[in-house]
């Protein structure tokens, strides 16, 4: 998606059905950060909030599929369907440690 398309959207479709009570929560794909679309939705008196950066890090989505690519890669894993699966065994197993 590109910023010219989401300010389209934003303006065309989105801010139409906002309201000055509303607020829109993007994520951090770059095209919602185009000035067009934020001002799309502001001048119907919206309020903007977005994300803060994360850290792969942090990401348990990213944890699982780094660790899936690196069976992958060293041939841990018989098949793809091994790598999935270890890979969202050791997360959980993860999560489960740190909640």
């Known amino acids: 998606m590109t910023g010219e398309w989401f300010a389209a ?5 989105r801010a139409p059905t906002l309201s000055a009570e509303d607020a829109v929560i993007p994520d951090n794909l770059p095209a919602h950060k185009g000035a067009a679309a934020q001002e799309a939705m502001e001048a119907v008196g919206t309020r903007l909030l ?9 990401s348990l989505v990213e944890n699982i599929f780094a660790r ?4 992958e890669q060293t041939g841990d894993a018989a098949n793809p369907r091994d790598a999935a699966g270890c890979g969202v065994r050791c997360a959980c197993r993860k999560v489960a440690i740190v909640s």
């Open 50 to 58: 977005f994300l803060p950066p994360c850290s792969p890090d942090f």
């Open 68 to 71: 899936m690519k690196a069976m």
């Open 9 to 13: 959207y934003a303006r065309k479709i």
